[in-house]
């Protein structure tokens, strides 16, 4: 159970990456690493605020269009820094979970995976989602394809990737949109946006995401 007026499911759309490399003359590439590094520290921050669930945003289906040079790093560096901090999973003392289309995923990249998922999967009381060549119209599309008929709320709901419904979506960066998103999960989350830079994010804008989320009255439709 989530603590008192903590949201038990924090999404978080990690934008700003580029930009925030943009604005030190470095690379983009080097944002994304920072980006990546700084995925952990608030996973922990999300944790010992007590978040149950948080989701990011990490690779949407659409980002396959950005440069290939830029894909290639995103599809290889996770893979490196995995073999290199390998005998550092054993630390890791909260569940991660990926969900997104897997198809499209180098072999190495999948293992890289499925091993971090068969090595957490037992952990209890926080879980970590990572959303990679995620988009929620082909999540949709899936699920209206596998869902009990006929189909009602609660099938559809129960094919989806995801599941539990979103208390609190962030978005860093300053962009007010939501970019195929969690679309059904997200339906009646409470929205919070930052300008700033995902590397830039720590526990105390986190926090400041909640206690703005404390002030808010969620009526679910109704008074």
Known sequence: MAKPGIPK?????????????????????????????????VAKA?????????????????????PKEEIDYLMTKPVELFHEHKDRLDELDYK?????????????????????????????????????DYGAYDELIKAVH???TPITEETLQDAL?????VD???????????????????AYAEFYFTRVHWPAFRKRHLAKAIKNYQRRH?????L
């Open 96 to 132: 991660v979970r990926f969900i997104g289309r897997r198809d499209r995923f180098s072999t190495d990249m999948l293992n890289v995976i499925e091993t971090i998922e068969n090595t957490s999967r037992d952990q209890e009381g926080f879980e970590l989602v990572i959303a990679a």
């Open 161 to 165: 990737m995801l599941k539990e419904p």
């Open 146 to 148: 596998q869902a009990d």
């Open 9 to 41: 499911h924090v999404a978080i759309i990690l934008d700003g990456n580029g930009r925030w490399a943009k604005r030190r003359r470095q690379t983009r590439s080097f944002g994304h690493y920072q980006g990546g590094r700084n995925l952990f520290q």
């Open 46 to 66: 999300a944790r010992d605020l007590g978040i149950k669930i948080l989701t990011v945003y990490a690779f949407s289906t659409e980002n396959w269009k950005r």
């Open 218 to 222: 969620r009526r679910f439709g109704g």
């Open 168 to 186: 609190l979506l962030i978005r860093t960066s300053g962009e007010q949109r939501i970019s195929n998103f969690l679309l059904w999960q997200a």
